[in-house]
């Protein structure tokens, strides 16, 4: 059973454009949700991270959205560059777990 | 280039071979991890060792065989393999297994595991 549900599967925007990936999850016990960025040739590489207790987190151009309610959080890459083009991972994880759920990956392009 | 090295990059491997995964780190980091990175699929995680101990096994097949000789240094030895094992492997650390989740995981670049 997945535990976390991400979409699209494949992204592509503008230059300059707004780029949104959502994940959906089950697991109320769950209270960290990170996202992870994997350029071609990469590991992926830890992007940006929120718990809970907050709905929104902002570093630089990426934001995250949650929303408790409907289980469900989501990454915005705001003007978007070609340099942003790569595959991004939803995590999720609790304070009693010992382990990451990722979701399927997002492949996203940034045409200039 | 990421604190966590990955050899090979690429593995070529026929069903009978036997062949073995190096992952070593140089973050001081407690714990360790090897993942499976599959086309379209979540990241699957396979082993966790923490402080040289295999804390988690995941119902990995025989066929893959962990080994933590110390901190810095991570194995997996692969015999037997099917061709569905082709895929990406991936080794990572953090600082801590159980607050590993607080610092996030450094990954390593992959071994690209072709099964023939």
């Known amino acids: 059973q997945q535990q976390v549900k991400q979409s699209p599967q494949s992204l592509i925007v503008q230059k300059g454009g707004i780029s949104i990936i959502n994940c959906a999850y089950e697991?109320?016990?769950?209270?960290?949700f990170p996202w992870y960025q994997q350029f071609p040739g990469k590991g992926p590489a830890l992007l940006i991270a929120?718990?809970?207790?907050?709905s929104e987190k902002k570093e630089g151009r990426f934001t995250i959205s949650f929303n408790k309610s409907a289980k469900q959080f989501s990454l915005h890459i705001m003007d978007s560059q070609p340099g942003d083009s790569a595959t991004y991972f939803c995590?999720?994880?609790?304070?009693?777990?010992?382990?990451?759920?990722f979701g399927t990956g997002t492949s996203l392009t940034v045409i200039p | 280039e990421t604190g966590v090295t990955q050899t090979p990059r690429h593995l070529v491997m026929g069903m009978t071979n036997k062949k073995s995964l190096k992952c070593e780190q140089h973050?001081?980091?407690?714990?360790m991890y090897w993942y499976k990175q599959s086309a379209k699929k979540p990241l699957e995680l396979m082993f966790v060792?923490?402080?040289?101990?295999?804390?988690e096994n995941n119902s990995v097949p025989s066929r893959f065989s962990p080994e933590c000789p110390n901190s810095s240094h991570l194995f997996l030895h692969l015999h037997t393999l099917q061709p569905e094992d082709s895929a990406l492997y991936l080794c990572?650390?953090?600082?801590?297994?159980?607050?590993?989740?607080?610092?996030?995981?450094?990954f390593g670049s992959g071994t690209r595991l072709t099964v023939v």
């Open positions: 929120i718990r809970p207790d907050v």
């Open positions: 990572a650390s953090s600082q801590d297994w159980e607050l590993g989740r607080l610092y996030g995981y450094t």
């Open positions: 973050l001081g980091h407690n714990a």
């Open positions: 060792y923490s402080l040289e101990e295999r804390v």
């Open positions: 697991n109320t016990a769950f209270d960290y």
């Open positions: 995590a999720a994880t609790s304070y009693t777990g010992n382990q990451f759920y």
